[in-house]
């Protein structure tokens, strides 16, 4: 007889701290949006530019460049909290990168959220954010067996 598995969802977390009041699950699945998402005024200024036949620009260059990467950092850095306590409980969690999570494949469109063009953005941040954390697996385009 096979054993009943337990898998506990999380998504569109946004940089907000995991509270788990049981524990009685296998494994993790986490959809993505790990990330904080404080940029998302200035994104919502750079779509109605669009929306408007205005010129598009980039987010971070609506707050600047130097403020934006404050932002991001900080986000990233929810993020990586998230996915440590996620990690310290010693169960797989299976992951993968949002449109919120600083990675630029993953979108269809042109949002002006990412521009490859800004060094700082044009890296693989969800490899980072998931590095050495052991429990952790990347999930996009991955078959995983339980």
Not at 2 to 16: C, F, N, Q, R, Y
Not at 69 to 86: H, N, Q, W
Not at 91 to 108: H, M, Q, R, S, T
Request: glycine content about 6%; overall charge negative; proline content about 4%.
């Amino acid at each position: 007889m096979s054993k009943e598995l337990k898998i506990l969802i999380l998504g569109d977390l946004h940089g907000d701290q995991v509270k788990l009041y049981f524990k009685d699950f296998d494994a993790i699945i986490l959809p993505g949006d790990i990330c904080g998402d404080s940029p998302k005024l200035f994104h919502f200024e750079s779509l109605r530019d669009k929306l408007a036949g205005k010129k598009q620009r980039p987010w971070f260059e609506i707050c600047g460049k130097e403020k934006a990467k404050i932002m991001v950092e900080e986000d990233i850095a929810k993020g990586r909290k998230t996915l440590e306590f996620l990690n310290s409980l010693g169960k797989p969690v299976f992951a993968c990168a949002g449109n919120w999570d600083y990675v630029d494949e993953f979108l269809p469109w042109d949002t002006g959220y990412f521009h490859k063009d800004w060094d700082f953005l044009n890296r693989n941040i969800f490899n980072d954010l998931i590095k050495n954390l052991e429990n952790v697996k990347p999930l996009h385009l991955s078959l995983i067996h339980i």
